[in-house]
């Protein structure tokens, strides 16, 4: 193994930084440019409502949140399982916990001590991390192109080159994509950028939309069209609606929208309950009360439930009961378009697996290898997405020495 190789890591999120420990702990030389001021902006990002690391469940069940791609992260995850990422954690002084719905977070501390504790590392490792440099390409012979922050142009030329650029969200942290035009000129797919774990857009009236705009909806069960469904709380937006139950489900209403230009997401507001107990809570006598006070007296709906029911059926459907009752099961929500890329938390597309080999090398380049979001793969929040790009960074560090070696 050639361990006096030079080894570029251009991009410093997560699946740069974790390649970057990985092959310097293996003795390599490794270089990390980022164009941000510090490295790991996109992670910090991430952390702000709470570091969900990853998941605590059968990887049977995890992979299977990767859709299409479940077979190549089932492969991906043995090298770097959940319980090595908490391991991995753990060795950087950072305890972690399992919360109630299976998600692994850290025990007293977020993704600043964490990232703080893991540059610290990779300095310690002999990682020559360097800040403002922006990857503009490369030359025929594989010399990777950079500007830095006085506007020079930087060019090195390194034994191998691992790019972990991101996808098109949250541009601000780096994550702007416009790696996507670069690799398309030198031959690479590269498959559209589309809006991931975002909101969706309803058309909601105005007095609905002032009214309860930042309300959460609590313990619902959301069903597609095709029957998905995911259990947990959405929140109302000025938009529509957004939230943990929504990006479960994102990638089939996002492609059931640009298909037919809208999706139904139905939602049932009582799970508790079946559609029979529901009509017979119903059937009880009204008295004076309005429609609001008898929800809430005989299914406790209140807050923005009763009026979001009224917002989404047509008042000649509320009068029958029986009907009314299936609908409390399956209140149908037209969604007409998700938020747009900027807004997202992930995205779907990049470059096509097709690219590729077992080892994330570009095939077409040989020597430049590709990690995280540049990848055309998406995963819900909830740990799936942060453990996904993790996996991908140890996979191409262990390629880029698997051809090394040779």
């Known amino acids: 193994m050639k361990i006096n190789s030079t080894i570029a890591v251009v991009g410093g999120g997560p699946a740069g ?17 980022d164009a941000m001021p510090k490295p790991g902006c996109k992670f910090l990002m991430a952390g702000k409502g709470g570091l969900n690391l990853t998941r605590d469940e059968p990887l049977t069940d995890f992979v299977q949140k990767y859709g299409r791609n479940a077979q190549f992260f089932a492969q991906l995850l043995k090298q770097f399982s959940p319980n090595d990422l908490r ?5 950087k002084g950072v305890a972690t916990f399992v919360g109630s719905s299976g998600r692994v977070f850290p025990k007293e501390s977020g993704a600043g001590r964490l990232l703080t504790a ?10 020559d991390i360097r800040t403002g440099y922006r990857w503009l390409g490369f030359t025929a012979d ?9 506007g020079e142009e930087i060019s090195i030329h390194p034994d191998a080159a691992l790019l972990s650029l991101g996808g098109a969200s949250w541009p601000q942290t780096g994550s702007d994509g416009r790696w996507s035009a670069i690799l398309a000129a030198a031959g690479i797919k590269v498959e559209r950028f589309r809006p991931a774990n975002c909101g969706f857009e309803v058309a909601w009236s105005s007095f609905f939309r002032q009214r309860f705009a930042g309300a959460p909806l609590k313990n619902l069960t959301l069903i597609t069209e095709s029957g998905s469904t995911a259990h947990g709380d959405i929140v109302i937006t000025d938009y529509g609606i957004e939230g943990g139950a929504v990006y479960t489900l994102c990638a089939e209403l ?6 037919q230009g809208q999706a139904t997401l139905y939602l049932d507001l009582k799970r508790d309950l079946t559609e029979p107990e529901i009509l017979e809570r119903l059937a009880k006598s009204r008295h004076k009360d309005t429609f609001s006070n008898h929800l ?6 209140s807050g923005p439930l009763p009026s979001l029911i009224k917002e989404c059926v047509p008042s000649t459907d ?5 009907s009314f009752s299936g609908l409390i099961k399956k209140m149908p929500l037209v969604l007409k378009a998700p938020r747009p890329l ?46 996904g790009v993790f996996s991908t960074g140890v996979a191409a560090a262990h390629g880029i020495m698997h051809r090394l070696r040779n």
């Open 17 to 33: 930084l974790m390649a970057a420990e990985v092959l310097a702990t293996a003795g390599f030389r490794v270089t990390l440019y």
């Open 87 to 91: 391991e991995w954690a753990k060795a």
């Open 118 to 127: 893991w540059l610290q590392h990779l300095s310690e490792l002999g990682v």
């Open 142 to 150: 594989r010399t990777l192109r950079f500007c830095n922050q006085q």
């Open 254 to 259: 996002r492609d059931k929208i640009e298909e």
């Open 296 to 301: 809430r007296k005989t299914l406790k709906i």
């Open 318 to 322: 509320l009068v029958d009961l029986k």
């Open 342 to 387: 900027v807004e997202a938390i992930s995205t779907a597309g990049g470059i096509a697996m097709v690219e590729i080999n077992e080892d994330l090398m570009l095939r077409k380049l040989p020597g430049i290898f590709v990690a995280g979001e540049m990848l055309d793969w998406e995963a819900p929040t909830g740990g799936y997405l942060l453990q």
